[in-house]
């Protein structure tokens, strides 16, 4: 179904108590650099049509972020991130439509994967 509201894209922000640390992390989890570094407080990566992630220099709300990011392969996924020293255990057996892993970067976000099962097909995904 088309969409009708205003809304045309989502940029999901995560707050960082260490701008370069966040970077580190962060770069690791998505498989790659910030796309730009519009601002020192600030670092984007573009995923293309699916939205844009941000990283902001924000002390007093690092911690509180969650982050849902939709991925192919979790198991993939998470095998490289333990290869990089990065904690994410699957869960493919709480739900019958998503496979997940959730990860903590250094202030204490979660950064959730999910990957969709054989015959789910995510809104927008």
Do not use: C, H
């Not at 969409?3 to 999901?12: F, I, K, N, S, W």
């Not at 690791?28 to 293309?48: C, F, H, N, Q, T």
């Amino acid at each position: 179904m088309p969409r009708t509201g205003p809304v045309l894209g989502v940029l999901a922000g995560l707050p960082t108590s260490d701008i370069d640390r966040g970077i580190a992390w962060l770069s690791v989890v998505l498989g790659e650099e910030p796309s730009a570094r519009p601002m020192p407080v600030l670092a984007d990566w573009y995923l293309g049509p699916a939205g844009t992630v941000q990283l902001v220099l924000d002390p007093d709300r690092a911690g509180g972020g969650l982050l849902t990011l939709q991925v192919d392969d979790v198991t993939a996924v998470a095998g490289r991130l333990r290869a990089a020293g990065i904690t994410l255990e699957v869960d493919a057996t709480s739900s019958e439509r998503v496979a997940f892993g959730t990860a903590t970067d250094p202030d204490g976000n979660a950064v959730t994967l999910v990957e969709a099962k054989p015959g789910f097909a995510p809104q927008g995904g």
